[in-house]
């Protein structure tokens, strides 16, 4: 397809497991963020990568949260020790990258998580 | 801090009717206002958005209009139909294409 795919759509999972969700980016695009979507509420930025500049972790709300991309393609956001607050939805988007443009975010449809 | 603030967090309309959310921001180095549209288990997706230098800007049954001086700006839905029923998030973007999102509002248009 042509749009942003993550997977798993869902996850359960118990607490202390360590988790991995993945996110594959529309092809071109170069800029990948993460967005963490609890229950009825807005969209919190944890983290964004845009090309091969070191990413901005500053939303990512503990230690146990880390995500990496590989070959500025597919990126894996994993949740080491679970709690049951981090049950949410997990979104991904994706953009071009330029300065001064107005390149959209394009959304995934997400990782509905939830912590036993 | 929240940078974005969107009300009402709910909201019902007849159909036929006009639709209105309103959002206000803090950091005027903001540039860029997006409207998401995002319906149960989907992503939220791009639906109109506006740049500072703009009051208004339409796209077919939407329309948002932007208030500078305030730092504040509103999505209209005319004529909302049953089929617009969906959370909406207002966004502002910063430097590299940071969005900033509002809390949501969710819409239900009665038939």
């Known amino acids: 397809g042509a749009g942003v795919s993550q997977s798993p759509s869902n996850k359960v999972t118990e607490k202390g497991k360590d988790v991995e969700l993945r996110c594959d980016p529309i092809s071109g695009h170069t800029a990948l963020y993460w967005y963490r979507q609890s229950l009825g509420q807005g969209l919190e930025f944890l983290i964004y990568?845009?090309?091969?500049?070191?990413?901005?972790k500053s939303g990512l709300p503990s230690d146990r949260f880390s995500a990496e991309r590989t070959g500025g393609s597919v990126s894996t956001l994993t949740i080491q020790r679970t709690q049951q607050e981090d049950s949410a939805v997990y979104l991904c988007?994706?953009?071009?990258?330029?300065?001064?443009?107005?390149?959209?975010?394009?959304f995934g449809d997400g990782t509905r998580l939830s912590i036993l | 801090q929240q940078q974005v603030k969107q009300s009402p967090q709910s909201l019902i309309v007849q159909k036929g009717g006009i639709s209105i959310i309103n959002c206000a921001y803090e950091?005027?180095?903001?540039?860029?206002f997006p409207w998401y549209q995002q319906f149960p288990g989907k992503g939220p997706a791009l639906l109109i958005a506006i740049r500072p230098d703009v009051s208004e800007k339409k796209e077919g049954r939407f329309t948002i209009s932007f208030n500078k001086s305030a730092k504040q700006f509103s999505l209209h839905i005319m004529d909302s139909q049953p089929g617009d029923s969906a959370t909406y998030f207002c966004?502002?973007?910063?430097?590299?294409?940071?969005?900033?999102f509002g809390g949501g509002t969710r819409l239900m248009v009665k038939p």
């Open positions: 950091n005027t180095a903001f540039d860029y």
């Open positions: 988007a994706s953009s071009l990258m330029g300065a001064g443009a107005n390149q959209p975010q394009h």
């Open positions: 990568f845009q090309g091969n500049s070191a990413p901005d």
């Open positions: 966004a502002a973007r910063n430097a590299g294409n940071m969005l900033t």
